[in-house]
């Protein structure tokens, strides 16, 4: 399953306060603080030494809280791209992929940088941590954790609203460590949210976390530093799709650590993050300088997420005010929040296939679209260096010859179940 525990190498602090504390194996909050703050980590690891590419991810273990190395990881590639660059009169476009690309040499079966995120919660899970892991999911990230989880023997519960089935593809069976669970037709992210946390108020069970989790962010930066290590330098501009925004936020804190680490430059890079119209929850939020999200009536929301392409980006409660969260990255970073159509995001896929040569996931075909429009409206300098953060792709490449089956769900719930209904449910799945 993994190699030996590995000691501890890092401290947490509450963004709020800068209260600096022992990680408790499994902390998500800053202890007796009343206002929330995310909470991240602080490295005895000053300079980042990147290991050897076998040990995929946790080649980045410096800046990861993880206890033990789990096997089967892919640590995302960087490359200075072609095609696209010429397209678009960029001198500097370094693509950022993670996905299935093995002649590039990254080889996630899942297909999504969620494998960043699974591999370094997994790994931050000890032998002493007892009981089932929740994970709420609109579907990339479920199928990491399941594979992941199923891989390592990690016992797990998905929720994932039904309609988002369609992304629990295999290429081999999941094992009996994991089970999913689903909201009915017509719900979305959040009704599969609020059915998690009914779950973790039940003995046994303990909460992922999602953006509170140092591990999740932790892995997710390893995008970012996988840019910078190999392009020698910070980027001016960086791109990505967002739903919750929670890999916005791991890039910026990845850039913090390298800022300190003082051979990459001293400045953070801009966070150009794009949503999927119509579902613009945190850029109608930037677009009125409000820290706060603006009131959305849930039936609007859900038709929202039911009308984009990316399924995946729709979060309606994403940690965008939170002390730590996106409307402090975006301010200290002097970013900015973007748009993409469904059409915009489809032609932008068929164009990075045409020009780079692999193909990728809805998500990171709406950070394309985009970049597209930025360079295309002059409004980033031809010789800016730019990273665009490919959250996922290979997927076609990965299934071609092969055998894909779909994990059923172990039940469905209504939108809104009682937590004894609830608890019989899962008594049976994991008795």
């Excluded at 809280?65 to 791209?81: M, N």
Aim: charged share 25%; with cysteine; glycine share 8%.
């Amino acid at each position: 399953m993994s190699q030996d525990i590995k000691p501890t190498h890092y401290l947490l602090q509450s963004v709020k306060t800068g209260q600096q504390f022992s990680d408790q194996g499994w902390t998500l909050d800053a202890p007796n603080e009343k206002e929330p703050s995310l909470i991240r980590t602080v490295y005895e690891e000053v300079q980042l030494e990147v290991k050897d590419a076998s040990l995929g991810l946790f080649r980045f273990d410096d800046w990861l809280p993880v206890t033990r190395f789990l096997e089967g990881s892919s640590a995302p590639i960087t490359y200075k791209s072609e095609g696209l660059a010429k397209h678009l009169g960029l001198e500097n476009l370094y693509i950022t992929f993670s996905g299935y690309w093995p002649e590039k040499g990254v080889n996630m079966r899942t297909c999504s940088f969620k494998e960043t995120e699974a591999f370094a919660v997994g790994g931050r899970i000890t032998p002493a941590t007892k009981g089932v892991l929740v994970v709420a999911s609109a579907g990339n990230t479920a199928r990491a954790f399941a594979r992941v989880c199923s891989d390592n023997n990690i016992p797990l519960l998905l929720c994932v609203p039904e309609d988002n089935l369609d992304a629990m593809w295999f290429d081999e069976p999941i094992n009996d460590s994991v089970k999913l669970v689903c909201t009915r037709k017509g719900s979305d992210y959040f009704d599969a949210i609020h059915l998690s946390n009914k779950v973790v108020t039940l003995p046994g069970y303990y909460a992922e976390g999602g953006a509170r989790n140092v591990a999740r962010r932790d892995g997710m930066g390893t995008t970012t530093l996988s840019a910078v290590t190999t392009i020698g330098r910070i980027p001016d501009y960086y791109f990505q799709a967002i739903g919750s925004g929670t890999g916005a936020i791991a890039a910026w804190e990845a850039v913090d650590r390298l800022i300190v680490d003082g051979r990459y430059g001293n400045k953070q890079m801009k966070l150009m993050i794009a949503q999927n119209e119509p579902f613009l929850a945190v850029y109608n939020a930037w677009k009125a300088d409000s820290r706060q999200l603006l009131p959305l009536d849930d039936d609007e929301a859900r038709k929202q997420s039911e009308a984009i392409v990316a399924k995946v980006l729709a979060n309606r409660f994403p940690p965008y005010p939170i002390p730590g969260g996106l409307y402090d990255c975006l301010k200290d970073s002097g970013g900015d929040v973007l748009k993409a159509t469904n059409e915009e995001a489809m032609a932008a896929a068929e164009l990075f296939e045409q020009l780079e040569g692999n193909d990728i996931l809805s998500a990171p075909a709406v950070a394309t679209a985009a970049l597209i429009a930025e360079a295309k409206a002059g409004r980033i300098p031809k010789d800016a260096t730019v990273m665009l953060n490919i959250t996922g792709g290979g997927e076609k490449h990965f299934k071609r010859n092969k055998e894909i089956i779909y994990k059923q769900p172990d039940h469905i719930f209504d939108i809104n179940p009682g937590v004894e209904d609830i608890k019989k449910v899962l008594d049976q799945l994991f008795k």
